[in-house]
């Protein structure tokens, strides 16, 4: 099975940077997935690793660590509009030709201005 | 616009009921994927299908079953429904095959139960 760990919540200011983290124990990997979620909105994808390392994509950059289990999310120049919850998800072990996809609770994130 | 569509959008109904939710997937995805949201909890995986056959389950109860059909549409069945299920129902469809192929997802399907 999965289990993944984020925090419940996080504030920061407008035009500041925030790192959400994310740690995670699983019986098989096959990627981590960052999903943007407003409230009653359907969640978004934002970024994907699945290789150790950084991936930049704008404002937004996610990092991943296998050997420990953990990823962040980085965003930069917070906007009023980055308020949102952020999941953390990871996809599991192959099977067949499909992969499960589980989410942790999510981190809501308030930006203040 | 991810291209997932949800039917209906809202669905209020009594306790003791029983509703059915459809999904149409993005063109082309063979994976269909439930997920249930309630207000205090994450994204909880319900079930998975892929091109017609179940392939993963997650935490989907007894009295929840859902189907896939020969056009790919997949539909979400909950009876004798109890306060709890009230929630956002969504659905998640992905292509097969690549490594870095996210997951879209519907608009959702807000159902309240009283």
């Known amino acids: 099975g999965q289990n993944i760990d984020q925090p419940t919540e996080m504030t920061a200011t407008e035009g500041a940077i925030v790192q959400i983290n994310c740690t995670y124990q699983?019986?098989?990997?096959?990627?981590l997935f960052w999903y943007q979620q407003h409230a009653g909105e359907a969640p978004t994808f934002l970024s994907y690793?699945?290789?150790?390392g950084l991936e930049e994509k704008g404002r937004f950059s996610s990092f991943l660590s296998r050997s420990k289990g953990y990823s962040y999310l980085l965003l930069k120049e917070l906007q009023m509009k980055d308020s949102a919850s952020y999941l953390c998800?990871?996809?599991?072990?192959?099977?067949?030709?499909?992969?499960?996809?589980?989410f942790g609770s999510g981190t809501q994130l308030t930006v203040l201005p | 616009d991810s291209g997932v569509t949800q039917t209906p959008k809202h669905l209020i109904t009594a306790t003791g009921q029983r509703v059915t939710l459809r999904c149409s997937p993005r063109s082309g995805d063979l994976s269909v994927y439930w997920y249930q949201q309630s207000l205090d909890q994450g994204l909880q995986f319900l079930i998975q299908?892929?091109?017609?056959?179940?392939?993963a389950k997650g935490n989907i109860l007894e009295r929840f079953s859902a189907q896939q059909f020969p056009d790919l549409h997949s539909e979400l069945n909950l009876s004798s429904l109890e306060l709890g299920d009230s929630a956002l129902y969504f659905c998640a469809s992905s292509v097969t095959g690549g490594l870095n192929t996210e997951a879209f997802f519907g608009q959702g399907t807000r159902l309240t139960v009283v």
């Open positions: 299908y892929y091109n017609g056959e179940e392939r």
């Open positions: 699983t019986s098989g990997f096959n990627g």
């Open positions: 998800a990871v996809r599991g072990p192959y099977s067949g030709s499909a992969r499960q996809l589980t």
């Open positions: 690793n699945v290789l150790d």
